[in-house]
């Protein structure tokens, strides 16, 4: 007669077995929406492969972690295992992994509790992005390991996502393979972790090396997608100290015109990211002129300044039909009216004063349709080529342009309200795209899901 603890396994393993092809289906959709959603947005080739523990693999996790098993509920049991869904993103080199993980930190920006965090494109799918990493193995090494769940119906099915570059994955293999599943190792042998430790570092070495290679061969044709995390960061403080420099200089000069100081960092960064995409600053040798021109730009700033006059217009502004028109029509009947947008646009001249204003705000507009609709969701969107796509698009922007109007709000040309209309965006679009596939008209899918996109929007 077998012990109990058997039997209640072997409820396990059945229950198990009845759900495995969903368990395959919840990895394969989930491995889609990363492909499709989040490795898009990589600077870095990202893939994802996954894999669903087998039934004797289940077993031994049982018996060996001891787990709590209870007669007649197999379902609680299997709910308790985080790791039945395995996940992996895979990246080529160990500096990638941190990377892979802070791209997962800026997307997965939704959070319910403060601990497990979602996308608006799939609410579904939630990563516990509160613990910290890389997390500490028993072996010493360090690893990218996230717990997550797949929300199905009132069900929740775990998953465990790990990022590994190609050499820590090898590692793994080896280690599973040949330590883990070999009962003639002794881990406490000091020889073999010697061993082993000499391994695992010349896999390190292979990896920096392979990696000097790689950048030798493709530096050049490949910069955008693999330029470093250092020269990222040089570009980031680079924009700072500019952002800084503007901000000081209009404080002062505020600070001398109204004899009190006013918040508006946010309009600084927005202007001068502005006029870098507009005079094309994007590589690392152009930080010479980035700030010269920005020194040429402030300098005798203060002679023509004055917040507290009208800013006038000596000619009629031309805009585009629909979102650029109602937008350009806003900027100047608020121009006067409202103090944060006459403070922004009063800085914005100040800084282009070698246009006319009504240019500055010609381009101005232009440019905000080109980055609120510029972002991979809208672009993939377009590609499908969808009969009413040009109609779609153009009435989602035109209820964005009707939400900034009617709101008043400076921060929508700022990072926060450029952010939260490319969220919109990602979570309605790839629901349009599936919908209109199915065969759903666009009045249809728009009415069920209309006010949803406009409560996104609004800040």
């Known amino acids: 007669m077998e012990l109990e603890i058997f039997d209640n396994i072997s409820e396990v393993i059945d229950e198990f077995e009845k759900k495995e092809d969903i368990y395959k289906l919840i990895a394969e959709e989930v491995k889609t929406f990363f492909e499709k959603d989040v490795f898009t947005e990589s600077n870095y080739e990202l893939s994802m492969i996954y894999r669903i523990k087998s039934p ?9 972690n001891n787990y709590e098993l209870q007669k007649g509920n197999p379902e609680k049991t299997l709910a308790s295992m985080r790791d039945i869904i395995g996940l992996r993103i895979e990246c080529k080199f ?16 939704r959070t319910d509790d403060d601990v497990y965090y979602y996308m608006f494109s799939m609410p579904r799918l939630k990563l516990k992005l509160s613990d910290r990493q890389p997390q500490k193995q028993k072996n010493g090494f360090e690893i990218y ?7 199905m119906g009132r069900d929740k099915v775990n998953f465990e996502l790990q990022i590994k570059a ?11 393979r040949v330590v883990y599943k070999n009962r003639n190792f002794l881990l406490n042998d000091s020889f073999v972790s010697d061993l082993f430790n000499s391994i695992k570092k010349s896999l390190n070495t292979l990896d920096n090396q392979l990696y000097l290679l790689y950048n030798r061969f493709h530096g050049e044709t490949d910069y955008e997608q693999d330029r470093t995390a250092k020269d990222k960061k040089k570009e980031h403080e680079i924009e700072t100290f500019i952002t800084s420099l503007v ?10 015109e109204l004899e009190f100081s006013v918040d508006f960092k946010s309009s600084c960064d927005a202007i001068v990211r502005y006029i870098m995409n507009k005079e094309e600053f994007n590589e690392m040798s152009d930080y010479g002129r980035i700030i010269q021109h920005f020194f040429d730009a402030l300098d005798n700033v203060e002679d023509d300044w004055k917040l507290i006059s009208q800013i006038k217009l000596d000619r009629e502004c031309h805009f585009a039909p629909g979102f650029e028109e109602k937008i350009g029509k806003a900027i100047i009947e608020n121009l006067n009216t409202n103090f944060r947008w006459h403070l922004f646009f009063s800085i914005l001249f100040a800084m282009e004063k070698k246009s006319e204003k009504e240019q500055v705000i010609e381009e101005f507009v232009r440019a905000c349709m080109s980055e609120m609709t510029g ?12 009969k009413e796509c040009d109609l779609i698009l153009d ?22 309200g450029i952010t939260t209309i490319h969220q919109a965006m990602n979570y309605m679009l790839p629901i349009v795209e599936n919908e209109l596939s199915r065969g759903d008209s666009w009045a249809d899918i728009k009415h069920r899901y209309w006010n949803i996109f406009i409560k996104m929007i609004e800040l």
């Open 56 to 64: 004797e693999s289940i077993r031994e996790k049982l018996i060996r």
């Open 94 to 109: 160990i500096d990638e992994e941190k990377y892979a993980y802070q791209l997962l930190k800026e997307l997965f920006t």
């Open 145 to 151: 390991k996230i717990d997550g769940y797949y929300q």
């Open 166 to 176: 190609l050499v820590n994955s090898f590692w793994s293999e080896i280690e599973h």
């Open 247 to 256: 901000f000081a200089t209009f404080d002062d000069l505020i600070m001398k």
């Open 375 to 386: 972002n991979r969701t809208v672009i993939s969107f377009r590609s499908r080529g969808f």
């Open 395 to 416: 009435e989602m922007m035109d209820a964005v342009a009707d939400v900034i109007c009617g709101s008043g709000k400076i921060e929508y040309f700022c990072v926060k």
